[in-house]
């Protein structure tokens, strides 16, 4: 799959980008069920909110190989490889639930800002890629975005028991009316797309409607991590590129 020019200058002006119908109903049901069997686990990198509900779940493709299936797909590596320039490797792979009802909020921030600090990456040449397994509206939780953000560069956040969350003047100076914020809504099987300088976040899903979405975190492989300070099943060290797979990542694992 490769973008339009169309869809191309879209992401350069607002640094996110929601593509349509990428995961068939098939793919989505297959991914949705693994994401929920994954926090069946008690594992180091599954992490929880405060009250024990499921908050992330990192680094799964390296134990699964339907997840494996998919950090290859062509879907995703292309279009990321065509905005990047050059060959990518695997920087983080993630399983957000939001689950319905306790899905807790994350605050504005900016992903380069800990991607450079904490990870030791250079550049923001990492790219996010995430796959809606959900229907997401800015009812249950959808990533909310600041367009154009990512043309500030990086924005210093402190780090703050290990989180680097924007400071509220910083949010300040970037929103200053509704419009300055665009929610990322999308359907089962699309694919959002989006810089790690643009600034977003996502409320928390009070409603009984879940809004699982699954993340890959491509990075261009002569940008690779010089001094990571986190855990390597959040901040990868291997750093050999993608082997890209064509076709449906069922058929991957069959």
Known sequence: ????????????????????????????????????????????????????????????????????????????????????????????????PKVAFDGDPFPWHQDFVTWHYDDGMPEPRGMNIAIMLDDVTPNNGALMFVPGSHGEGMIEAPDVNGRRWMERRDVARLIKKSSDIVAASGKAGDVLMFHGNTVHGSAGNITPLPRRILYVTYNAVSNYLREPKRASFIAHRTFEPVDTVVGQVLHAVS
């Open 1 to 96: 799959m490769k973008l339009t020019a169309a869809q191309l200058q879209e992401f350069n002006d607002n640094g996110f980008l929601v593509v349509r119908d990428i995961f068939t109903a098939e793919e989505v049901d297959a991914l949705r069920a693994e994401s929920v069997a994954i926090f069946e686990h008690e594992r180091s990198e599954v992490w929880r909110e405060k009250n024990g509900a499921p908050r992330t779940a990192f680094g799964c493709h390296e134990y699964n190989e339907l997840f494996r299936s998919l950090t290859r797909d062509s879907r995703l590596v292309i279009p990321v490889e065509q905005i990047i320039g050059e060959k990518l490797y695997i920087h983080q792979f993630k399983v957000n």
